[in-house]
């Protein structure tokens, strides 16, 4: 192939992008008969309503571009959220938005050979807790902004008063991503807490609510109380569209439509205008899914607390669990390996740690199965690391 009449493909993309990590999905294998707890999918069917409405949508329509600005839906979530159609963005997922959010608003740091400055400056920074969701450093990365970590306290509650500022929290940074409730420890974070840490910053704040519709409160009223707040929300997690992709984000009309002029004219598709429409068209079936969620939650925390586990309080759909022992690494392998799949970062601070999606009832009850099983040769610490 190597031939000097061209130039070497392997040169053509830039410095920054030679050396960038890409972010790490979670498995999605097609193992017939898996439990799949490694995602935080839904294990609810979407509602009747929405299978029927995209099912109809199937037709020689498909030849048509769909509706730029999804206006129709982006209607109907500012009337459900209460606020103005100007104040409402969909996205590709909220991780295209997430994206959207960083290129509007954070400069890039580059030095001519592609790696950020070292001088650093508040307009270059994007800034998020540690642990919380593993695209921001992605995000900043590829754009070459300036990620900025800041580690959350030991029981990942965000540190308060002059903690925050001590753990090394910007005031001044250009962009702040919040997860809220947070991922991966399921903690929620009351809106009096998020609005005080809101308050005091100079640049643009997203509270990133993917997980909202699990959890006791929510902090969607922040996006109109304060102009530089964007609340981000999904319907991956508890709306059961995670294949669509569909997300949006809720805040002022001036920073809307700053995210508006770098959006890509057709960046929500068709079909997943049509299932989100359908969506807040069935709330009483989703309210119902919200509540076997929590329900289940519930009984697997109370199950794996007997069976030695520490497990946090849940305000989402997925629980975080240190195993008796620890080993949480033998864990993952051993659960794999009885086709449970969960999740487990190789980060500092949780790495004693799995995360469980909430499953349905069957799925979980075999999980439970499978783990009081497992127990007595874990616990020990017996099984070797790898085996
Ligand atoms: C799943 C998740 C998202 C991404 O949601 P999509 O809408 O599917 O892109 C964003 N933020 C957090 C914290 C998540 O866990």
């Known amino acids: 192939m190597a031939s000097s009449r061209y130039p070497n493909p392997d040169r053509l993309a830039r410095p920054l992008v030679q050396g ?11 193992t017939r008969g898996l439990i799949k707890l490694n995602t935080n999918e839904n294990p609810f069917t979407p509602a009747p309503g929405v299978l029927k409405a995209l099912k109809e949508a199937v037709d020689g329509r498909l030849r048509l571009y769909p509706n730029p600005t999804a206006s129709r839906l982006r209607s109907e979530l500012a009337r459900f959220h209460g606020v103005q159609e100007a104040q409402v963005i969909v996205g590709n997922g909220s991780d295209e938005l997430l994206a959207l959010a960083v290129r509007t608003f954070v ?3 580059l030095e001519g050979n592609g790696s950020p400055s070292s001088a650093g400056q508040p307009s270059q920074v994007v800034q998020y807790f540690h642990p919380s969701y593993s695209l921001y450093p992605v995000l900043a990365a590829t754009h070459g902004a300036r990620p900025h970590a800041v580690p959350l306290m030991e029981d990942f509650d965000i540190p308060h008063g002059k903690d925050l500022s001590r753990a090394g929290w910007l005031q001044k940074a ?19 807490r998020l609005r005080e840490l809101v308050a005091k910053q100079k640049g643009v704040v997203v509270l990133d609510e ?6 006791e409160e929510h902090a969607m009223d922040l996006a109109s109380e304060m102009p530089h707040v964007l609340v981000s929300r999904t319907f991956s997690k508890a709306y059961s569209l995670c294949y669509l992709r569909v997300g949006y984000m809720i805040g002022h009309p001036s920073l809307i439509a700053a995210m508006d002029r770098m959006r890509d004219s057709y960046n929500v598709n068709g079909m997943a205008q049509v299932a989100a429409e359908a969506t807040l068209k069935a709330r009483g079936h989703y309210e119902k899914v919200f509540k076997k969620v929590r329900a289940i939650r519930q009984t697997t925390a109370d199950q794996l607390t007997a069976l030695g586990f520490s497990v946090l309080p849940s305000q989402t759909n997925f629980l975080f669990a240190r195993p008796p022992g620890g080993h949480a690494e033998a864990w993952l392998l051993e659960l794999r390996k009885r086709k449970i799949l969960v999740r487990w970062f190789d980060a500092p601070g949780i790495r004693d740690r799995i995360r469980i999606t909430i499953g349905s009832a069957s799925e979980m009850s075999r999980f439970i199965q499978v783990v009081s099983l497992l127990e007595p040769r874990l616990h020990r610490g017996a099984v070797r690391k790898g085996t």
Do not use: C, I, M, W
Request: charged share 15%.
């Open 107 to 109: 400069e890039p740091a």
């Open 174 to 192: 250009a962009l702040s991503l919040v997860t809220t409730p947070n991922a991966p420890s399921g903690r929620g974070y009351p809106t009096d």
């Open 210 to 215: 993917a997980y909202a519709e699990f959890a």
């Open 20 to 30: 960038l990590h890409p972010y790490v999905p979670g498995e999605q294998p097609k």
